[in-house]
């Protein structure tokens, strides 16, 4: 089945404790992309990449990192998490044409 | 820089009955891609139908249409017979052509009253 996979479903976390939250995907796709979703602001882009090695910054990057070694996955790094970054997160990746894949989300809590 | 607008935070629809959800964007670009996504309360983001802004026919996806005026920007989702599993938040997001970024709207919450 194709699918984008994102792990943990749910994160409790204390500040300043580094975490990652990883992203694969199965569908040979070349983009791929964290957003971040908050009540009353939608989806923001976090980071996205267009390729193995290849990554730049969307709208709301601060305080996150991303690294693309291989085509299929795409972790999501939190080297020192703050309260204000308590959010769902969710990866997504597409080919050329076509709309986002989505992940089923990962509801982050950080006190 | 590209915005895209959902002006209604929430709607509520009969079962059976037909509703439109709004979404206006704005843009300089003259080629694009147009898309509704439902997030249900799983909240899993499942795309519903998408839009190539070079057509003028409006896309259809069984229940789920488009009324996409390029002019005035406006982009609606039309779901006809209204089922209780249509209940979810609806977003309307915006791609330029060549860029990689995507645009979200704030989402309009949908109920269905049985």
């Known amino acids: 089945e194709a699918q984008v996979t994102q792990n943990p479903r749910y994160l409790i976390t204390v500040t300043g404790k580094k975490l990652t939250v990883t992203c694969s995907q199965n569908?040979?796709?070349?983009?791929m992309s964290w957003y971040r979703q908050d009540p009353g602001l939608g989806l923001r882009q976090i980071y996205y990449s267009m390729n193995v090695e290849v990554t730049d910054k969307g709208d709301v990057p601060e305080g996150y990192k991303v690294s693309r070694k291989e085509k299929r996955n795409f972790p999501l790094i939190l080297e020192s998490p703050s309260p204000n970054q308590t959010s769902l997160y969710f990866c997504?990746?597409?080919?050329?044409?076509?709309?986002?894949?989505f992940g089923s989300g990962t509801r982050l809590t950080v006190v | 820089a590209q915005t895209v607008t959902q002006s209604q935070p929430e709607m509520s629809v009969q079962e059976a009955e037909t509703v439109t959800l709004s979404c206006t964007y704005d843009?300089?670009?003259?080629?694009?891609?147009l898309f509704w996504y439902k997030q249900p309360p799983s909240r899993q983001m499942i795309l519903v139908i998408r839009q190539e802004a070079y057509k003028q026919q409006n896309a259809t996806e069984n229940r789920f249409s488009v009324n996409f005026q390029k002019a005035a920007k406006s982009f609606s989702l039309k779901i006809s017979d209204s089922q209780l599993g249509d209940a979810a938040m609806y977003f309307c997001a915006y791609r330029g052509l060549g860029t990689y970024k995507y645009i979200f709207g704030t989402g309009t919450r949908l109920k269905v009253l049985a």
């Open positions: 997504a990746s597409r080919d050329r044409n076509y709309g986002y894949t």
């Open positions: 843009t300089s670009e003259s080629d694009y891609y």
């Open positions: 569908m040979n796709h070349e983009y």
